[in-house]
């Protein structure tokens, strides 16, 4: 005659569902779950890091390009006026946008930069080359224009103090072929600039 053992069970039904939903919520230690793993902040303060360059570069690029833009409609102001008072005014107004103009290169190169690195843009970049050299163009091509205006600027002040009337050579300085078509190029370089940075080629 057979007889059979009934093996008493270690836990019930109950009990192995709360277990797998403990595992669940602890970690799922041998239960085939990973480990759970603390959050990580690196994408929440990169994603920071990024909208923080974004944001500099595009204040430095309006400070940049309003100041330059603003310089060359002064300069070219002045061509048209025919007392040298009104001149020397114009030029004046230069003077105020000129470190506006070296605070927006330098904010829009160094938060270009900051950019360029956060979203793994290569500084071998065909494009960024191309800003490199017309930035180094705008450096030596200011320095020259802003001694001619200057010397431009003196002269209509000093005429404007001894009669205010304008002499050939104010009014050739102030229609000089050279400084017009420094301040164009200037214009021409930042505009390129811009286009750069826009679309990138």
Known sequence: MKTSATVPPTHTEAESTWRMRRAVVTG???YGFPPKRPATRGGYVR???????LFLHLVGVLLFVGASVGV?????????????????????AVRPLVPLVGLGLVLTIAAGAWLAHELGFPYGS???RWTYALIAWLVVVGALAGRLDRRTRELAEREASAGDEA?????????DPVALTLDASMLAATLAIVALMVWKP
């Open 126 to 128: 065909g494009w960024l």
């Open 167 to 175: 002499s050939s050579e104010l009014i050739r300085r102030l229609r």
């Open 28 to 30: 799922g230690q041998g």
């Open 72 to 92: 060359a409609a002064l300069r070219l102001l002045a061509i048209g006026k025919d007392r040298p008072s009104e001149s020397a005014l114009l030029l004046r």
């Open 47 to 53: 994603g920071v890091a990024r909208d923080w360059a």
